[in-house]
């Protein structure tokens, strides 16, 4: 017996001496002492030899209750408490019997089947296959400890395993939240073969989980123009013209088009005006920038800000992979707390959901200077380089302001930033009280600095879309688009 239960037991022992001073005083509590003095025995017996202690079935508590009147009978005659020794006994050795026949937890063997990875919004079945090796068949009731992402704690299950035969279940799991984490335990109590007692063990069986943001129609949401270029296409691979930066052919410049695109010395030497067609150029760089510090945290119709800017930059991520670009990460806070420099396919696009599953939100000050320091000296290429944050004024964000507009001219800056619509509301609410006029001066007097901050961002050269979190995917997304044609990467 491990000598914490052993304690366990003499303190419990010690309060049943207790109680027989009070049989000594009251004669009428005693055949209730025996019947507490025999289940502490019977505890204590399993503990020291068999290093468990069973758990009563309904059947044999419903048995055990029946044994009550002769408790009471006891206060009339004398020799009942004789036969209420003798039954305890005997129903406590069918407990014990039962107990020692329950088959050995190493007879049952489980085996989990579950998918590499989540995503929210979406339920995905988990198999387990439970394979009983004893010569009884087996009923378990089965509490598992899923890992947080997926909820905690999952339902009780309970299950029929054939002698020697395998039983199948599968469930429908649906996450909760974006994350990584572990968990996987599973709580067994196996029920004995006259169906008397329980055997209660644990299972360790491990499981790492990793839950990436919502991925449902992203990529479709992502790329408003792939299914055009796709029936253009014929589903083949085909070079887009448009307003890219790469030099394609010449054609005869058409009334209406930009001209721009004229080409003066070919117009000379055909002796028409001809103009320059140009395809949109590829493996240009996307890099994500995200920050995960105090302002992100706060949440906009019960959502976290953060949660909008990740489904932002997963859809803009799935856009610039479609369109042939490089597309990188990088997440801070006070420190940098990821960075995956930018590379091209779907093994980016891969890095980029790993990464983005894994970012949590910390209630502390951005340390602005020390990220953009960071990036600069690991990212040379010219990128379009977006970061996602939000801005209060120009004294709260001036290490923002400053640090976004060193990205010029080396790169292309955009911020992301996510307005508050609660306060938008407030702005143009009207107000019937003091307390509301007070409450619309308020949130107009922030919403005036916070364009001063963005004006500052523009001035020195910084690209700024400031949207509500639920539109931020697509603005981002059509932003992107529209940069591309333009040639502005």
């Not at 069918?94 to 107990?99: I, P």
């Not at 380089?385 to 209060?392: K, L």
């Not at 307390?435 to 007097?445: D, G, I, L, P």
């Amino acid at each position: 017996m491990k000598g914490g239960r052993s304690r366990t037991w003499l303190m419990v022992g010690a309060g049943l001496g207790g109680a027989t001073l009070l049989a000594l005083l009251w004669r009428g509590a005693l055949p209730w002492l025996l019947i507490l003095d025999g289940f502490w025995l019977a505890g204590w017996l399993f503990d020291a030899f068999l290093g468990f202690v069973p758990i009563p079935s309904k059947r044999w508590l419903t048995v055990g209750l029946a044994l009550a009147p002769l408790a009471l009978l006891g206060l009339v005659r004398a020799d009942a408490l004789v036969w209420l020794l003798a039954a305890n006994g005997i129903w406590f050795g069918m407990l014990a019997v039962d107990a020692l026949r329950t088959p050995d937890p190493e007879a049952l063997t489980v085996r989990r089947e579950a998918p590499p990875a989540f995503s929210v919004g979406r339920a995905l079945p988990v198999a387990y296959t439970w394979t009983n090796r004893s010569s009884f068949p087996l009923t378990i009731v089965v509490r598992e400890e899923f890992p947080g992402p997926l909820g905690g704690a999952a339902p009780t299950r309970h299950l029929e395993i054939p002698v020697g035969g395998r039983t199948r279940e599968t469930l429908d799991v649906m996450p909760v939240h974006r994350g990584k984490g572990r968990g996987g335990a599973m709580d067994l109590r196996i029920l004995g073969p006259s169906k008397l007692a329980w055997r209660q063990v644990r299972l360790d069986l491990p499981w790492d989980v990793t839950v990436f943001p919502r991925l449902i129609g992203a990529s479709i949401r992502a790329l408003p123009t792939q299914a055009t270029r796709r029936r253009e296409a014929g589903f083949r691979n085909v070079r887009r013209l448009g307003e890219g930066r790469v030099f394609e052919t010449l054609k005869e410049w058409i009334p209406g088009e930009d001209t721009r695109a004229i080409d003066w010395k070919a117009t000379a030497r055909r002796g028409k005006v001809m103009a320059r067609q140009y395809e949109d150029e590829r493996r240009q760089q996307v890099l994500l920038v995200i920050d995960a510090g105090r302002g992100m945290t706060a949440e906009s119709d019960g959502v976290p800000r953060l949660e909008s800017a990740i489904d932002a930059a997963l859809q803009l991520a799935y856009s610039a992979v479609e369109h042939d670009d490089n597309v990188g990460l990088m997440v801070f806070a006070d420190e940098v707390q990821a960075f995956i420099p930018p590379a091209r396919g779907r093994r980016a696009l891969r890095a980029v959901l790993e990464a983005l599953a894994g970012i949590q939100g910390k209630i502390v000050e951005p340390n602005y200077p020390a990220a953009f320091s960071q990036l600069a000296a690991r990212n040379r290429k010219r990128a379009l380089t977006v970061v996602f944050t939000d801005v209060i004024d120009r004294t709260a964000s001036e290490a923002l302001v400053a640090q976004v507009g060193t990205l010029r001219p080396r790169h292309l800056p955009l911020a992301v930033t996510l307005r508050d619509p609660a306060l938008d509301a407030m702005g143009a609410r009207r107000a019937t009280t003091v307390a509301e006029a007070f409450e619309r001066a308020a949130a107009e007097e922030l919403l005036i600095a916070r364009e001063e901050a963005l004006s500052e961002m523009r001035r020195k050269g910084v690209l700024t879309l400031d949207v509500p979190p639920r539109r931020a995917a697509e603005a981002v997304v059509e932003q992107y688009t529209q940069l591309k044609r333009r040639g502005l990467l």
